[in-house]
């Protein structure tokens, strides 16, 4: 690993806390650097969304070539307007894109007004970025009549194209929630479509690299530029089925994990239209490695409120593996005593005293919960008996009783869980007790297929869903996201699903749809 290139997390925050003011430029950065060609090549992007401000994002590149573009700083000019030609500027500025953060740039623009669409664009020399479209969200207090999310997961780019985003342009969104695995780690895949350039990722200057692979991909630059996203991570973005500080089970073992997750962690930051807050956190840190708090909630007006959830960082290691192993297994709990132990945490103690304290004060309107993988019990049944996979919700069992009590504990208004990881479709109700199909429905459950990665195919699913009848559909073929419509009085889930992932032309289709009524818990097909 090149850990010299690691930025420790003090200096990552005072850089990052730089780079977002226009206040702060040294010398060398005020010489215009003139590139002979366009720096913007990985797009660019809008995200973190409040009801006044908004995360301008691009980074630049050695024009041409997915490639750093070395250490020197570069003072970078941006526009925020009110219309697409540039005409009514909202605000402008200069941001320092340093060589230290991968000449990522990330402008909180702020005073803007609430529940606007604005367009905005980034300068450099006489270069011009492409233009993104944005919007900030209704006052919290304010009336709001419509919200329409998507949700998507899991792009791993050896096993297709990401042609759902083309589709995902014409969906009229306000806003993407992405619930991890944007980049996976791999070098290849058995039967690729297309083989990533770099082989395993596993340091920064790798996942970078990785990054800006996918950033190059004109369907997901279309997509960033559509609206803002709101993102968090799931294992992939590390390593597969890490947990916390325990190592995940692919690829060469490195010698220190916690540096390979900073790593990590860092190129996600440089990649994303997060606020230097994700970083300010890093102070408080945890016990080693450096803290990023991905976790947030925003209220889109009166109508919902947007709870984003970290599932990865906090964990505690998987339960019951067989001797040594890494990664994760499916798992008899009747073997397995401490299955149930409370002591057990997905969220870490801190983001679940949050969470509680988020529920609390949740609001009216819906709740919606961005979080990564399939909420509800899903037994896989067994000749000697069920079995669950231990790297979801099903190995945090005690975790996921904490969270449902919260629910209750607070009466939080139509909770709506919308989570991803699977590969494939899960729809079903979020139970009191998943144990007596009988219980209290508190909520529903929307977990995403992905963008391209693969799954096993729907042999299995009738006989799942039967088994664990709190869902109500399930499918393992379809790839592509959904899309949510939130109203005063309903949400309509509808799930898009590609004819064919490996062609970059793809047609898309609605496999599903289902409707809920506010204040009833209850999935109906539309
Ligand atoms: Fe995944």
């Known amino acids: 690993m090149t850990h010299q290139v690691l930025v420790d ?64 700083p570069v003072t970078v000019r941006w526009e925020i307007a009110h219309d697409e030609q540039f005409a009514r500027i909202a605000q402008s500025g200069q941001a320092q894109a340093l060589g230290e953060l991968a000449h990522s740039v990330h402008v909180e623009a702020a005073g803007l007004e609430p529940d606007r669409w604005y367009f905005y664009r980034f300068m450099v020399g006489d270069a011009v970025s492409a233009i993104g479209r944005t919007r900030t969200f209704p006052a919290p207090d304010a009336p709001a009549q419509k919200l329409r999310l998507s949700y998507a997961s899991c792009q791993r780019w050896d096993h297709g194209y990401f042609s759902a985003y083309r589709h995902m342009r014409e969906e009229n969104l306000d806003a993407v929630l992405f619930l991890g695995d944007y980049i996976y780690e791999y070098p290849n895949a058995a039967k690729a479509v297309r083989v990533p350039t770099g082989g395993w990722v596993i340091t920064l200057a790798d996942y970078r690299q990785r990054y800006a692979l996918h950033r190059g991909e004109p369907e997901v630059q279309a997509m960033h530029a559509a609206c803002p996203w709101l993102v968090t991570w799931d294992d992939h973005e590390v390593q597969n089925d890490y947990a916390g500080l325990v190592a995940g089970d692919t690829g060469p073992p490195v010698a220190d994990f916690a540096s390979r997750r900073a790593a990590a962690y860092q190129a996600f930051y440089e990649h994303m239209p997060l606020r230097a807050s994700v970083l300010t956190k890093a102070l408080a840190g945890v ?7 991905l976790y947030s909630q925003q209220r889109f007006g009166r109508l919902a409120n947007l709870v984003m959830i970290d599932d990865r960082q906090y964990r505690d290691g998987h339960v019951c593996n067989p001797d040594g192993k890494l990664g994760s297994s499916n798992i008899s709990p009747a073997a397995c005593p401490a299955w149930n132990d409370p002591a057990r945490t997905l969220l870490g103690a801190a983001q679940e005293q949050w969470l509680d304290a988020a529920f609390a004060s949740s609001g009216p309107g819906w709740t919606v919960l961005g979080q990564q993988t399939l909420f509800g019990p899903r037994a896989f049944r067994k000749e000697a008996g069920d079995v669950y ?61 992905s963008i391209t990665s693969r799954s096993r195919g729907n042999q299995y699913i009738a006989a799942t869903v039967a088994n664990n009848p709190h869902f109500v559909f399930a499918d393992s073929e379809g790839k592509g996201y959904g899309v949510v419509e939130f109203t005063p009085t309903r949400l309509t889930t509808t799930l898009r699903v590609v004819d064919d992932v490996t062609s970059r032309n793809t047609k898309i289709s609605t496999l599903r749809s289902f409707v809920v009524e506010a204040g009833r818990p209850k999935i109906e097909t539309a």
């Open 389 to 449: 996979w231990n790297d979801g919700w099903d190995g945090y069992t005690a975790a996921r009783t904490r969270l449902t009590e919260s629910l209750q504990r607070h009466k939080v208004a139509n909770p709506v869980l919308l989570g991803g990881d699977v590969h494939e479709n899960w729809v079903g109700h979020v139970k009191a007790d998943y144990s007596r199909p009988d219980s209290a429905t508190l909520g529903v459950e929307f977990c995403g297929t």
């Open 9 to 72: 997390r003090r200096r990552l925050l005072q850089l990052a806390a730089a780079s977002a003011s226009s206040l702060w430029l040294p010398r060398s950065a005020w010489s215009q650097q003139r590139f002979a060609g366009n720096p913007f090549g990985l797009g660019v992007a809008s995200g973190s969304p409040t009801h006044d401000s908004i995360v301008l994002w691009t980074r630049l590149i050695a024009p041409g070539v997915l490639q750093s573009l070395g250490k020197e």
């Open 287 to 293: 016990s080693s490695g450096a803290e990023y708090r």
